[in-house]
């Protein structure tokens, strides 16, 4: 940084030049070689920074004394080409902004020059009912200057022309930037006696305007029309035909790098746009490398964001799948876990029923068995029962005949050898049932006395 302001105040010392903005533009234009600035411009002051013209009257062209200082004519790296740093008036800008008119720096109005042409492309100039907005107008106004002068010219002149672009000057000016080209400018003066055979002869010759269609973009005006007016004033106009070739710069300022004023030949004019292009080629090819970089840097920032997205959009899909994974594991878990409890609890609680049914039949059984009392001894009123179970086991027992055969069924029931409660006492011979309707009858009543063979028939 000391270096680089070292270098623009020996350079102001040396040269005289008061405009910090117009020597740091030399230095740039020399790669900040100092030595080479300093020679560059001397030798130019020397050979004269005047612009190239084919009228020899004294009277139009530029005083030979004024030095390039006072002028603000500064050479390029090749000191054939003249530079000087004109500021356009904010009417020009803004003639092109429109809604952003208030912007500062050639960003923003590069932007809003870009915004005036699309609005005035898609429509966007009239109001409600027709009627114009007052904030649009100065949008499409440079825009319908130039394409009228555009239509104008091309009816004069229908075969060979330049192709000159039907936008406002800012815009044309966003155009050769972003297309990196230098921008041929026109200024057209119909009431001018030398402008019909310049146009017919030199601007229009195949030669000419085959050179400025390749490699420029051409911007025409009318100076009677409002921006072509401005851009004479801007570009200090004092001869017709007058053509210039610039560059933008910074903040509200273009580059001159060459001016044509009065009648000139088509070689002429051939050889001054062949050397300020091939002059200023550098600039331009290092802006597009500039240009180009930052696309690559762009497109390599958008690749790695775009790979940075997907390798965490992949991470967030193995993380929520990973989570919905755990989830699942946890909630089988937590589903087998409580079927557990529950298997446990039903077969705790079965256990328990099962254990209470026993012990209710066992005291049913110690019950029954206490109802019955001790087994009579042998005799005549003593009868004996002989009662078979399903399972082949038999078992007897001494009755008093006068017992019911409910006691029968008790005696049964006391043994604990059938695992059901629905059952009925049959006899062989003859077959009789003796269910639950019988039970009161005693044995003797029943025809079981003085003995009795049952067999216990499951219902």
């Not at 878990?333 to 446990?344: L, N, V």
């Amino acid at each position: 940084m000391v270096d680089v302001a070292d270098k623009l105040a020996c350079f102001q010392a040396v040269t005289g030049l008061e405009d910090p903005d117009l020597c740091t533009e030399i230095l740039q234009a020399h790669g900040w070689d100092l030595e080479l600035a300093i020679s560059s411009f001397t030798s130019s002051n020397q050979s004269s920074a005047s612009t190239i013209t084919s009228d020899s009257d004294p009277r139009d062209s530029l005083d030979p004394t004024q030095s390039a200082s006072s002028s603000g004519l500064v050479p390029a790296p090749n000191p054939s080409i003249a530079w000087k740093l004109v500021t356009l008036p904010f009417s020009v800008i803004s003639g092109s902004l429109g809604l952003v008119s208030g912007a500062v720096g050639l960003g923003l109005w590069a932007a809003g020059g870009v915004l005036s042409y699309s609005l005035g492309m898609i429509g966007l100039g009239q109001g409600r009912g027709g009627e114009s907005s007052a904030r649009l107008v100065s949008v499409s106004a440079a825009a319908s200057e130039a394409m009228e002068f555009v239509a104008a010219f091309e009816r004069d002149f229908p075969t060979t022309r330049p192709n000159f672009v039907g936008e406002g000057f800012m815009d044309a000016l966003q155009r050769s930037r972003n297309s990196f080209k230098l921008l041929f400018v026109y200024l057209h003066s119909p009431d001018h006696p030398d402008s019909p055979v310049f146009c017919e002869r030199t601007l229009c010759s195949e030669a000419v305007a085959a050179f400025v269609n390749e490699n420029f973009v051409a911007w025409g005006a009318d100076i009677r029309a409002s921006e072509g007016f401005k851009m004479s004033n801007s570009l200090k106009a004092s001869r017709f035909p007058f053509c210039a070739v610039v560059m933008p710069t910074t903040n509200q300022r273009i580059a001159l790098l060459q001016q044509v004023e009065g009648p000139t030949s088509p070689e002429e004019m051939l050889t001054m746009l062949q050397k300020v292009l091939e002059e200023s080629s550098p600039v331009l090819v290092a802006a597009r490398l500039d240009a180009e970089e930052r696309r690559n840097n762009m497109r390599l920032r958008e690749e790695q964001d775009a790979a940075y997205r997907a390798a965490l959009e992949a991470d967030q899909a193995r993380e929520r799948q990973r989570r919905e994974e755990q989830e699942r594991l946890e909630r089988e878990a937590a589903e087998a876990e409580q079927k557990r409890k529950e298997e446990e609890e039903a077969h705790e609680r079965a256990a328990r029923e099962a254990a209470e049914k026993e012990a209710a039949r066992a005291r049913m059984r110690e019950q029954k068995a206490l109802s019955l009392g001790d087994e009579p001894e042998k005799g005549p009123s003593v009868t004996q029962v002989l009662v078979r179970f399903p399972t082949g086991e038999r078992k007897e027992r001494r009755f008093h005949s006068t017992a019911t055969i409910q006691s029968v069924y008790d005696y049964v029931d006391s043994l604990g050898c059938l695992e059901v409660e629905d059952y009925s006492l049959v006899s062989n011979f003859p077959r009789v049932t003796y269910g639950r309707d019988k039970q009161s009858l005693s044995l003797k009543e029943a025809g079981l006395h003085p003995q009795a063979s049952l067999f216990v028939e499951l219902n």
